[in-house]
Structure formats: structure tokens, C-alpha cells
């Protein structure tokens, strides 16, 4: 990226840090800055504490693995939850999502990643290790598969069904279907195969 | 489709290797969203056709439809590893633009054959052999390297920089050049010989394949120069269904 020697030093270097960032191109690295610059010293100094409190008081839940800023998390912590149930999904980005449906009581399991061979990313990087150290208690029936429905997603889920399916523990896997507002004569050959399989009577 | 790599919020970087014009680089909008309609057939390992739109510094994909997806392939996690590994034989031997159209009818020999009900071992084992001489390396096993000899029927050697095999009488006797059994001889000429058709009724016993696998690992790895990521995960998840409990496979792989 080419700052012009006009820029002072601490914009080009604010602009680089932006650049740095998931989906920031060049572009919007130099509009969030040039915003900022504008901005009111209080709402970069709001930004820069709310960065520096995420880093420092945001920690794992040492149950779930979800991120939390209290050990265990909120979720883990609540006698309402089933703790017979636990889907296990990819980021807890994925938590959020499932929980706007108000329409699951169990807990869940982060992975931090999937196992993604053609960028060497075993299991031995993503939170396996504490999935299966939290099935040993025998509370757990049921473990639910809501990896993302990909390859990479697909494999993870069968890899963690063989492990996990010698401890005599049910393992499910999200259903895949048709997306809501999707359309049929777009949808690929997998998509439908699978959207028939799980048909249902109405 | 060989590989996505994510771009930004929802796109995806596409490697497509295409029978006129061989490695083909090209992003995917949207493609991370439910409703996109290209989502489902841009995955890695799917038989497609895309329509390409010419981008300012990458093609843009603007229609894709599934040929094949390979479906039992996909429900198999050896066939997975090993529809990724040839993936990714292919990515890091072609170059963009580059057009070896025998090489890829063979990967997409190789993909049905994995879709199918032989061993995995053995269309990767036909699919190295094949590789190779498809990329100008065909390795010399009909006669000795070095002094073209006939080769004798004993426990030979095999060189990866030599291009094949040496006769004992070649063979330095201190150096490490790799043993190759008379059976792995003759199961690598009869796999360089013979058709699909013929080379998959072969049987080939554990020990033998294993041999044989070694010695054409190490000879694709002297010519491509790299490591293979998804070996690591071909040797996680073993052949069919075998191998794999628990403890063992949580150990961290060399480090990585
Ligand atoms: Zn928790
Ligand atoms: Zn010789």
C-alpha cells in the first residue's frame, strides 16, 4: 500500500493496522481513519478502550469454549439449560446465530475452527480434546453436529461422529436443506438430494 | 474445483482446474450466504462448469452448475483425503493458464474412481504413477537408470533424482537409496502398463502398498519440492473406517 509522504507518520500507521483487519482493503483502512481523525478524541479513546477491554477481560469458557468475560459463561452457568445436549459448532459467532432462534435449551461446544486438510489444520488445533473430556461424565446423550454444511464442515462432523461414537453417546448433524428465500431451480444437486432425504409429511 | 479460500466477508477465491485451459484462479461473490446460488457448486471437489466473467485483477464467476459431486466420496472421510490429496497433487504441480488436458481427465478419472467402491490406496497409487508421467517425470522402470540395463529379478533400488530404478550392480552400496522390492517392480510397471480396467483388479497386499506408496511419495516430493498438507490428514483418518481411537490421534502432528 503506497501512503503518500504528505500523510503524517501515525495516519499511515493507523491505516496500515486497519489494513490488517479481516475484509479491510486499502480503501475503507483510509476512510476509518480519516473518520477517526475527524472524530472527537472522545470516540477514538471509547474505540481504543473497548479493543483493549475485549483483549484483556474476554477469556475461554473453560467448559464451552465460547468466549465469555466470566468463567464459565452465561450459558454454561444457567440451571435451565440441558445439559444432556451439546452442539458443537465451528465459531461462537455460530452461538449467536443459533440462539436467535430461542428454539434449542441445550449447551454447546466451540470448536474454534474446522479440521481443514489442505491447510494442514488438524485436530489437534480446534477444542477436540475438551469435547471429549466433557463426554466422559456420562450426562451427555446427545451430541449435535452444527459444523458448517461444506467439505471442510462435512469432514470435521465425520471425524468427531467416529470418535465420539464408540462412547455410546447419540450423534446428529444438523438437517440440510433448501435455504428460506432460496430457490429450487438454483439449488445444487447435493442441496436437493439432501432437502429430499429429509422431507416431511405436512 | 481444487480449493476456496475465503475473501472478506462472504466470497471465495476459487482454484478451478479446467480441461482447455488448465489452473484457472477466480472469485465466487457471495458465495458464503444461504441463498447464493452458486454456493453448493463451488465446494472443493465438485465437477463443474462455470461461466467466467474477465475481472480486473481476477475473473469473476458468474454461473456455476454441478456436473458430478461426488456424492459418495464426500460421505467417506478416506475418500475425502484422498480426493483432496490428488486436489492438491495437482494445484502445486500445474502452473495458471497452462493447459494438460490428459491430466485432467485423470483427476477426474481419479475423483469417480474414489466415488467408487475399489480401494482408495490403489486409484491413488494409479493416480501418482499417472501424475508423473503426465508432468514429463515418468519414472524409468523398465530398464536400469544408469547403465540401461536390463533390470535382474531381485531386490533392486529406486531414485527420485535418478528418475527410476537402479540395478544392484549401479547401486552405490553405502548409499540410502530406497530398496524396491521385485513385487513393488512389478506392481509399479504393471500400474505404468496397463489401463484402469486391469490395474484395478489388482491385489495388492498392506505391506506391498506400503512400499510402493513410500517409494512414489518420495518421488513426487523430490519433484514438487514441497510437503503435502493433506497427507497429514490422509494419515489421520487412515483407509476405510480403520485406525483411530481417541488418545492416539490428539497428539499434535510434528508440530504443526
Ligand atoms: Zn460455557
Ligand atoms: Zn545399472
Redesign the interface.
Known sequence: MNNPVTTAAPVGRLIQEFHKL??IGPKSAQRLTYYLLRAPVEEARSLAQAILDMKERVVLCSICQNVTDSDPCLICRRGDRDGGQICVVEEPLDILALERTGEYKGRYHVLHGV?S????I????LK??EL?ARLRDGLVREVIMATNP??EG??TA??LQ??IA?LGIKVTRLARGL?V???LE??????L?RALQGRQEV | MLRGILLGEADRILTLYSPWRGKVRAVARGVRRPTSRLGGHVEPLIHGSYLLARGQELDVVTQGETIHSFPRLRDDLGSIGGGLYAAELIYHSTSEGVENYPLFRLLLDTLMRLDGEGSVELALRYFELHLLGHLGYRPQLGRCVACQGALPPTVNFFTASGGGVLCPSCHPPESSVRRLSLNALKTLRFFQEKDWAQASRLKVSPPLMAEIKGALREFILYHLERELKSTLFMDLVGGHGSAASGATVLRPAHGR
Do not use: F, H, Q, W
Request: net charge negative.
Open positions: 479481516p475484509g479440521i486438510p489442505l491447510s494442514g488438524g485436530p489437534e488445533a477436540v480434546k471429549l461444506n467439505l462435512e469432514a465425520m471425524y467416529r470418535l464408540p435455504p428465500g432460496g430457490d438454483y439449488a445444487d444437486e447435493m442441496t438430494a
